[in-house]
């Protein structure tokens, strides 16, 4: 079984690129979705969150206004890291329980926004980046979200540079192009990755970003013990094999 993270700046595709990977065969874990099911009324984290930011966060119903609490953090880079100690556990230990149920041959796409600022790299075997130029970013949020350009701009610099991120990479996929060159791009790195998720011995795994550092903005949260019956096989001491970089040519 290999766990693959996915990860791009904001607008940068990756769910759909996510959709492609599910369609080849992949299982695919939506990390917003976990964090939304992290936030779900009476939870611990959602007590947290509305004791941190206060009532003001919250709709008629008690339920979180995700766009009032976004509008929050977005502009305080201390914020944002507050409400990443309270999220980002949860969401890690439901990442490490689907691990748990997938099957040795299986793949295990991660989608997630965050995977390298907050420096949860250590529970990938490969890292795949999503490029995009800020342009096309822009103009996706847009469509999708009905956000403006200043508010997209705010969200993208929160995270980290995606030259930074491309560098960490395995494998990246330049979203740039039409779909079809997408899914080209999608197909070859399918064909390398589903050979080795049903291949036997030890599973290389990026312990840390390459630079070493943890991300000031992005504390690093303590991982979870993944001894519960769940071996993710995440060996040291081995090279992880060098993948294509589209885009990079």
Same mark, same amino acid.
């Given at each position: 079984m290999r766990i693959v993270g996915l990860t791009g700046g904001f607008g940068s595709g990756k769910s759909f690129i996510a959709s492609l990977f599910r369609r080849l065969g992949a299982k695919v874990v939506d990390a917003d979705k976990l +964090?939304?099911?992290?936030l779900k009324k009476g939870s611990t984290a959602y007590k947290k969150v509305v004791a941190v930011f206060g009532k003001k966060i919250l709709n008629p119903d008690l339920s979180i206004n995700r766009k009032a609490l976004a509008g929050i953090v977005f502009a305080d880079r201390k914020k944002i890291a507050k409400l990443n100690r309270i999220v980002h556990p949860g969401i890690i230990k439901?990442? !490490?329980?689907?691990?748990?149920?997938c099957k040795k041959s299986e793949v295990l796409i991660v989608d997630a926004p965050l995977i390298c600022e907050t420096n949860i790299t250590g529970l990938m075997n490969f890292l795949i980046v &999503?490029?995009?130029?800020?342009?096309?970013?822009?103009?996706? =949020? #847009?469509?999708?979200? +009905?956000? +403006?350009?200043?508010? !997209? =701009?705010?969200?993208?610099?929160?995270?980290?540079?995606?030259?930074?991120? &491309?560098?960490?990479?395995?494998? /990246? &996929?330049?979203?740039?192009?039409?779909?079809?060159? /997408?899914?080209?791009? !999608?197909?070859?790195?399918?064909?390398e990755l589903k050979p080795l998720g049903t291949s036997a011995g030890s599973v290389p795994s990026r312990a840390k970003p390459r630079d070493g550092k943890s991300s000031g903005l992005y504390p690093?949260? =303590?991982?979870?013990? &993944?001894?519960? +019956?769940?071996?993710?096989?995440? #060996?040291?001491?081995r090279k992880i094999k060098r993948g294509y970089r589209y885009g990079d040519r």
């Open positions: +964090g939304h099911k992290a439901d990442i !490490v329980s689907s691990a748990g149920r &999503v490029k995009a130029s800020k342009r096309n970013q822009i103009e996706r =949020c #847009s469509k999708r979200f +009905g956000m +403006g350009e200043k508010d !997209v =701009c705010k969200r993208i610099a929160m995270q980290m540079p995606l030259n930074k991120k &491309v560098r960490m990479a395995d494998y /990246t &996929v330049d979203n740039n192009g039409t779909k079809e060159d /997408t899914k080209k791009q !999608v197909r070859k790195i399918w064909k690093e949260p =303590c991982r979870p013990s &993944v001894n519960s +019956g769940l071996t993710l096989s995440l #060996s040291k001491g």
